[in-house]
């Protein structure tokens, strides 16, 4: 089992930056296979960021181009970069392991 945790989200006023973080610990932990998905409210959840073995990263196709993930495998942590953020973006974002469970997940807020 892996257990990750989010941590750098909050407010920010559309076209700004923000940078999401997870840390994973556990005995099994893959970064490259670690991704990150969002619910925004009155939404199920849907994927932002996917990595794979091979190191290719997916996108959803309203965040390509602006948003980033990356990974540090020092530090067990992967990034989720987020610029020119819009208002749609606003919604909990939550870490993924294929062999992990949902966590809490980070609130992103964009607004005027």
């Known amino acids: 089992q892996v257990q990750v945790v989010e941590s750098g989200g909050g407010s920010v006023q559309p076209g700004g930056f923000l940078a999401l973080s997870c840390q994973a610990s556990g005995s099994r932990i893959n970064l490259y296979a670690m991704g990150w998905y969002r619910r925004a409210p009155g939404k199920e959840r849907e994927m932002v960021a996917q990595g794979t073995i091979n190191n290719i990263t997916r996108y959803s196709e309203s965040v390509k181009g602006r948003f980033t993930l990356a990974r540090d495998d020092a530090k067990n942590t992967v990034y989720l970069q987020m610029s020119a953020l819009k208002l749609e973006d606003t919604a909990v974002y939550y870490c993924?392991?294929?062999?992990?469970?949902w966590g809490q997940g980070t609130q992103v807020t964009v607004s005027l």
């Open positions: 993924y392991h294929p062999v992990g469970h």
